[in-house]
């Protein structure tokens, strides 16, 4: 039975769907959710099971026997709606109940994306030089200088962490005419170590003993805070110390044995320093890339027109909140939302706070998946062959039968269905974000593929034909990449 259908085109790419139910059919769900309800409740006068429909519908109500059977029979009205209109949705949609009488169900429906890169393959953005400077290799070769360092004497001003040597006597001075003063220490060579975290009682006595020099002596004067804890509370004492010796960070002198000793593939200093830059560049480089990913990503955004329904949002945020889960699972804390609350925040404010991350993702997952369809980017079985090798090994290694039946089974898992979507989707965009850098750095290009012709391909109400979305159906290629996205990161 043919199903009374409009459409209203809403904002952002979305489309509502309103569906009204034949009365017949309604009536028919009605008595079979009464025959349901009948054998659950003992209507007086009547068996379970055994009392008419009108009597049902007056012990129970009619709103309890349309919950019976209201979602159910509108997924089944929406997929026949799909299947009458022709329209394909880019994710599942919203279902509403408009009105009972007669039974109209409300769908907003999530249309494709419209993605318009605009003249991208003009795009130009600027790379900034990677420089490394003679600071940055001078402080990486005193960081060796530390690790190599040994403890000995030294002849240089006292600080922090260094093991000195003192005499030290400290006096309180009588008070009054009968009293005697008071020895808090008399110590000689006495071994101490100024601490600025953990400092030695009474206060400032660590600071005082700082830049002294072996042989030097000093005066001074320290009192104990009044709500201190010491028996001294409150008193002030006299110091005299004598530093005899200091014991400190002997640092190697930077010459060809230092770098010697510091790995046996360098010879000289320069050698050594030769090292350092190149390992600085390439770690520098691939920060580097990432900010510079960053930015071409945003400037291709920038010029593109995007048009897209809400749930490519919301999608994103769900994909991070399960990403956040997974990891506090490695924690043993199972519940996301219990921990959020914790914190102070309920989920749903927990989930604005993440829309402004999640807007950026999905803006560069969808500029991406667009990217490779125009580019006419495709996945090889050698490629996806070499990446399962990658990550689980090739097939013919060697090892025990039972690893190896193992081993065989994931691959197999990985070259099909879900596991196979995944692996495409990392691949296309890695591929993708590679022909982007080589865009945007005027790299020399292969020709853009032949677009179909306009038209060509059936769409109903201006849908664009995508694939099947529903809750069942494998991920658009858009949501895909929005998880790998989380995994991986926004960079390569």
Same mark, same amino acid.
């Given at each position: 039975?043919?199903?009374?259908?409009? #459409?209203?085109?809403?904002?952002?790419?979305?489309?509502? *769907?309103?569906?009204?139910? &034949?009365?017949?059919?309604?009536?028919?769900?009605?008595?079979?959710?009464?025959?349901?309800?009948?054998?659950?409740?003992r209507i007086p006068g009547f068996r379970k099971g055994k009392a008419p429909y009108h009597l049902v519908v007056q012990?129970?109500?009619?709103?309890?026997?349309?919950?019976?059977?209201?979602?159910?029979?509108?997924?089944?009205?929406?997929?026949?709606?799909?299947?009458?209109?022709?329209?394909?949705?880019? /994710?599942?949609?919203?279902?509403?109940?408009?009105? *009972?009488?007669?039974?109209?169900?409300?769908? $907003?429906?999530?249309?494709?994306?419209?993605? &318009?890169?605009?003249?991208?393959?003009?795009?130009?953005?600027? =790379?900034?030089?990677?420089?490394?400077?003679?600071? =940055?290799?001078?402080?990486? *070769?005193?960081?060796?200088?530390?690790?190599? /360092?040994?403890?000995?004497?030294?002849?240089?001003?006292?600080?922090?962490?260094?093991?000195?040597?003192?005499?030290?006597?400290?006096?309180?001075?009588?008070?009054?005419?009968?009293?005697?003063?008071?020895?808090?220490?008399?110590?000689?060579?006495?071994?101490?170590?100024?601490?600025?975290?953990?400092?030695?009682?009474?206060?400032?006595?660590?600071?005082?003993?700082?830049?002294?020099?072996?042989?030097?002596?000093?005066?001074?004067?320290?009192?104990?805070?009044?709500?201190?804890?010491?028996?001294?509370?409150?008193?002030?004492?006299?110091?005299?110390?004598?530093?005899?010796?200091?014991?400190?960070?002997?640092?190697?002198?930077?010459?060809?044995?230092?770098?010697?000793?510091?790995?046996?593939d360098f010879q000289t200093l320069d050698d050594l320093k030769a090292s350092i830059r190149a390992s600085l560049l390439?770690?520098?480089?691939?920060?580097?890339?990432?900010?510079?990913?960053?930015?071409?990503?945003?400037?291709?955004?920038?010029?593109?027109?995007?048009?897209?329904?809400?749930?490519?949002?919301?999608?994103?945020?769900?994909?991070?909140?399960?990403?956040?889960?997974?990891?506090?699972?490695?924690?043993?804390?199972?519940?996301?939302?219990?921990?959020?609350?914790?914190?102070?925040?309920?989920?749903?404010?927990?989930?604005?706070? !993440?829309?402004?991350?999640?807007?950026?993702?999905?803006?560069?997952?969808?500029?991406?998946?667009?990217?490779?369809?125009?580019?006419? !980017? #495709?996945?090889?079985?050698?490629? $996806?062959?070499?990446?399962?090798?990658?990550?689980?090994?090739? /097939?013919?290694?060697?090892?025990?039968?039972?690893?190896?039946?193992?081993?065989?089974?994931?691959?197999?898992?990985?070259?099909?269905?879900?596991?196979?979507?995944?692996?495409?989707?990392? $691949?296309?965009?890695?591929?993708?974000?590679?022909?982007?850098?080589? $865009?945007?750095?005027?790299?020399? !290009?292969?020709? *853009?593929?032949?677009?179909?012709?306009?038209?060509?391909?059936?769409?109903?109400?201006?849908?664009?034909?995508?694939?099947?979305?529903?809750?069942?159906?494998?991920?658009?290629?858009?949501?895909? #990449?929005?998880?790998?996205?989380?995994? =991986?990161?926004?960079?390569?």
């Amino acid at each position: 039975m043919a199903l009374s259908i409009t #459409t209203e085109t809403l904002d952002q790419r979305q489309l509502a *769907l309103r569906v009204t139910v &034949d009365q017949s059919r309604v009536d028919a769900e009605l008595r079979k959710a009464a025959r349901k309800v009948a054998g659950q409740y003992r209507i007086p006068g009547f068996r379970k099971g055994k009392a008419p429909y009108h009597l049902v519908v007056q012990y129970v109500g009619l709103p309890a026997l349309f919950e019976e059977f209201l979602e159910d029979l509108g997924k089944e009205v929406y997929q026949q709606a799909l299947s009458e209109t022709g329209i394909e949705p880019y /994710a599942v949609a919203r279902l509403d109940v408009d009105s *009972l009488d007669p039974l109209v169900y409300k769908y $907003i429906v999530p249309l494709d994306p419209e993605i &318009d890169l605009g003249d991208y393959r003009n795009l130009r953005v600027e =790379e900034p030089p990677i420089e490394i400077t003679d600071e =940055e290799i001078a402080a990486k *070769l005193e960081s060796y200088r530390r690790e190599y /360092a040994e403890s000995g004497p030294v002849d240089r001003p006292c600080v922090y962490g260094d093991l000195l040597t003192i005499d030290v006597k400290s006096v309180i001075p009588a008070e009054g005419e009968n009293g005697a003063e008071i020895v808090v220490l008399d110590e000689t060579e006495w071994q101490v170590t100024p601490d600025e975290e953990n400092p030695m009682d009474p206060p400032g006595f660590d600071q005082a003993l700082l830049g002294m020099r072996p042989g030097e002596e000093k005066e001074f004067t320290l009192a104990w805070p009044a709500d201190s804890q010491s028996i001294y509370a409150g008193k002030q004492a006299h110091f005299r110390v004598k530093l005899h010796k200091i014991e400190g960070e002997v640092l190697p002198e930077l010459n060809d044995e230092f770098a010697q000793m510091v790995g046996p593939d360098f010879q000289t200093l320069d050698d050594l320093k030769a090292s350092i830059r190149a390992s600085l560049l390439e770690e520098r480089k691939a920060e580097a890339e990432d900010e510079y990913l960053g930015k071409v990503l945003d400037a291709l955004i920038a010029q593109s027109k995007l048009v897209y329904p809400p749930v490519v949002v919301e999608d994103q945020i769900d994909v991070m909140i399960s990403e956040m889960e997974r990891q506090l699972r490695q924690y043993g804390i199972e519940s996301a939302e219990s921990y959020i609350r914790q914190m102070g925040m309920e989920m749903d404010a927990y989930r604005e706070s !993440l829309r402004p991350q999640a807007e950026t993702i999905a803006r560069r997952n969808l500029v991406i998946s667009e990217l490779y369809r125009k580019e006419g !980017l #495709t996945v090889s079985e050698e490629e $996806i062959d070499a990446r399962i090798d990658r990550m689980v090994g090739p /097939a013919a290694e060697e090892g025990s039968e039972e690893r190896d039946a193992s081993r065989q089974a994931l691959r197999t898992m990985m070259r099909t269905g879900g596991g196979r979507a995944v692996l495409e989707s990392q $691949i296309l965009r890695e591929k993708a974000l590679d022909r982007l850098l080589a $865009i945007a750095r005027g790299e020399e !290009l292969p020709p *853009l593929p032949v677009e179909p012709i306009a038209g060509a391909a059936d769409s109903t109400d201006g849908a664009p034909s995508v694939t099947e979305s529903s809750a069942e159906e494998a991920a658009p290629v858009a949501e895909v #990449t929005a998880n790998v996205e989380a995994n =991986e990161g926004e960079s390569r």
